[in-house]
């Protein structure tokens, strides 16, 4: 055992479990919350162009979202097995796994990227953008830029997952926030430019505003400009955290030779990763079901779906945060062989976010309208409006059960049991959801309302599965000795 891998793992596998929890979970949150921001901010700024912007961010997000939850899963079984290595204390496994994460998702972010910039068209179709029509124009352009800066994102996402296994969690919060900064900055005027832009008025300088468009005529580029923004930022920060993983700043500290593939390291990966892949592509699909759902019900439902959709990322990425930090946390217990421990990180983390999310559901739902009403202004809102309300305060009673789901799926990762999190997620999140929503929709015609009542009744469900799962005690079998083995074996190939 190295003296840096000793002292991570003592870190989080000694001493009370809630201060180490809370020092992981902390920049987690704030990192998350910092992330969303990315959204929150797009969808205020193309806000200020109608329903029709609006809708065609809708519409994009969940085809982003898949592509990224490809991606994402296998950087997550990285995330596991540095996480179990470093609990055993084996500096010489983490940097392998870190090297053939970062050398094989690249690889993969660039072919999803190509990909999705051909396909773009016809993947917004099958969710219900209507081809021809203006907010179809708007979601491909849109998402065909997002698509050109998948590697961007993918950069980052490998630099933070890595770090989340080591147990640095502060290194990335930092890198997020100058990125969500830049992105602030950029958004106003790459969308609105000199011409409209409330930016102006809001400082005062409107005359200001009025020479400036006078002199250069730029207008923004619309929709466009919120993508563009968003794929700078992003890959600037990506860059630095590729600087940082190699000048061994961060206490992970990669060479070029451990970015040299090695098929058995590849093939652990994939087995860990291609199942979180499909859970999490699962929950993009879901997605993408509902969008497709309520366009049945018309492009305000859809606009509204998108609205509180993001608003519930923006509230829920705190729990998504916790059971980030329970992976973590009982990936590097049972690397150090102490699954009681890693149990008892679980129930402390549902006790403090459970109770948490009873008061922010009852926020939620009493000042659902003033929400709703800070995404959208322009014609139509009023309908959109009514549609958001009626998502959240039929969503957000659900989300104190859902706070402990997460947290017990962020055990089943962090034990590498992400075959387990795959069914729940596939016969819960997306099976459960669909045939209930299809069912409300299509054959009793709830429309739009319909959708809603399919995802909060699915929430119970897959609440329900979990805490069946976690209670039987399976998954925290440890995958670390075998994947000592084939780790061993790759060094010597």
């Known amino acids: 055992m190295t003296a840096a891998a000793d002292e991570q793992a003592d870190r989080f596998t000694d001493g009370a479990i809630l201060w180490p929890l809370l020092t992981l979970a902390g920049p987690l949150v704030a990192t998350q919350l910092l992330q969303v921001t990315y959204n929150f901010t797009d969808t205020f700024w193309v806000g200020q162009l109608g329903a029709d912007a609006v809708s065609a961010l809708s519409f994009s997000w969940p085809l982003v979202l898949l ?38 998702v690249s690889l993969l972010a660039i072919g999803l990227s190509v990909l999705g910039v051909i396909i773009a068209p016809q993947l917004l179709a099958l969710v219900g953008a209507t081809p021809g029509t203006e907010i179809h124009h708007l979601a491909v352009t849109y998402t065909r830029i997002v698509f050109l800066g998948i590697p961007f994102t993918f950069g980052f996402f490998i630099f933070q997952s890595l770090l989340r296994g080591w147990g640095d969690v502060t290194t990335p919060m930092y890198l997020v926030t100058g990125s969500v900064v830049l992105n602030v900055v950029l958004d106003p005027f790459f969308l609105l430019g000199f011409e409209g832009n409330p930016l102006f008025a809001w400082f005062g300088l409107s005359s200001l505003q009025a020479w400036l468009f006078a002199v250069t005529g730029f207008a923004g580029f619309g929709v466009e400009g919120a993508a563009v923004a968003t794929v700078l930022s992003r890959g600037l920060a990506a860059a630095v955290g590729l600087w940082l993983l190699f000048s061994g700043r961060t206490g992970l500290h990669l060479t070029m030779s451990d970015l040299r593939l090695h098929l058995k390291s590849i093939w652990r990966l994939l087995r860990i990763g291609i199942p979180a892949s499909i859970d999490q592509s699962t929950q993009a699909v879901s997605v993408t079901v509902m969008t497709a759902l309520a366009a049945l019900a018309g492009a305000n439902a859809v606009a509204a779906y998108g609205i509180g959709n993001r608003f519930t990322t923006l509230v829920w990425f705190p729990t998504i945060a916790m059971g980030m930090a329970v ?109 209930i929503a299809i069912g409300l929709v299509v054959v009793v015609g709830f429309g739009a309302t319909g959708v809603w009542y399919g995802i909060a009744l699915s929430n119970v469900i897959a609440a329900i599965a979990g805490t069946v799962f976690f209670v039987r005690g399976r998954w925290s079998e440890n995958i670390l000795e075998s994947d000592r083995t084939q780790l061993a074996d790759a060094n010597q190939s």
Not at 365 to 393: C, K, M, S
């Open 327 to 435: 992976e973590t946390m009982v990936g590097q217990n049972l690397g150090n062989s102490r699954p009681d421990r890693a149990r008892r990180t679980v129930y402390v983390a549902i006790a403090l976010f459970a109770t948490i999310f009873i008061g922010i559901s009852a926020a939620t739902v009493w000042f659902a309208q003033p929400i709703v009403n800070l995404f959208i202004t322009g014609q139509e809102a009023d309908a959109v409006v009514r549609h958001g309300v009626d998502y959240l305060r039929i969503i957000a009673p659900t989300w104190a059960i859902m706070a402990a789901f997460h947290i017990m799926n962020g055990a089943f990762y962090g034990a590498g049991s992400t075959e387990l999190s795959m069914a729940l997620g596939v016969g819960t999140l997306w099976g459960m959801r669909a045939t």
């Open 67 to 104: 592509v990224i939850s490809v991606g994402s899963g296998i950087t997550n079984a990285g995330t596991i097995l540095v996480s179990q290595n470093t609990g055993a204390g084996d500096d010489e496994r983490v940097t392998h796994i870190a090297g053939q994460t970062l050398a094989f």
